[in-house]
């Protein structure tokens, strides 16, 4: 099977890696890249347990914006933490957290504003305010791509995410 493939690369890639968490089973590998607030890998153990969540877009923050008008729904940054939110009552409602969260792929529209360019600081900064923080210190891998547009008028980002969960595995007795 194709995905327990990728699996076992990754799981490979985690054993020669450094700094690697195992939190609940999962392996955690860390961004080459310093004060990164994403993984480089994840690996889940035959034990485990996926939820994947379709791309979840932001709510219009202005009622009074036109419904076509990209500030609609707020700046980059406001939608990313409308977004989070949402992402988290979903992951609640199944028995999950953010810290659960080992995947995400964001769709991001260009900002008029920014000359229409992806605003990748804006997304960070509301990003951060739900991974790698002291209340929240897991991180997931994440792809981040700039699209044309969102099936959303006015929305500037969605977001498509995995949790996963493992089973303990008991140790062994000597």
């Known amino acids: 099977m194709p995905f327990n493939k990728a699996l076992l690369g990754l799981g490979i890639l985690c054993a020669a890696g450094v700094g690697i968490s195992h939190a609940a089973g999962i392996e955690r590998v860390p961004s080459t890249y310093p004060n990164s607030p994403i993984l480089q890998a994840v690996t889940l153990p035959g034990n485990g ?23 609609a729904a707020g700046t980059t940054e406001q939608q990313t933490v409308v977004v989070f939110r949402k992402i988290e009552a979903v992951l609640a409602q199944r028995g999950l957290t953010l810290g659960d969260v080992v995947q995400l792929r964001v769709y991001l529209v260009g900002d008029p504003a ?5 605003d990748f600081d804006g997304l960070q900064a509301g990003f951060r305010q739900f991974f790698g923080t002291d209340k929240q210190p897991l991180k997931p891998a994440r792809t981040t791509v700039q699209v044309a547009g969102l ?24």
């Not at 347990?49 to 500030?71: C, E, F, H, N």
């Not at 995995?162 to 595995?169: E, G, K, L, S």
């Open 49 to 71: 347990q996926l939820t994947y969540l379709s791309g979840i877009l932001p709510d219009p923050v202005d009622a009074k914006a036109a419904k076509d008008d990209l500030r």
């Open 151 to 174: 099936v959303l008028p006015g929305a500037l980002i969605e977001v498509e995410a995995v949790a996963a969960t493992a089973t303990p595995t008991s140790s062994p007795k000597n």
């Open 114 to 118: 920014k000359g229409g360019r992806l």
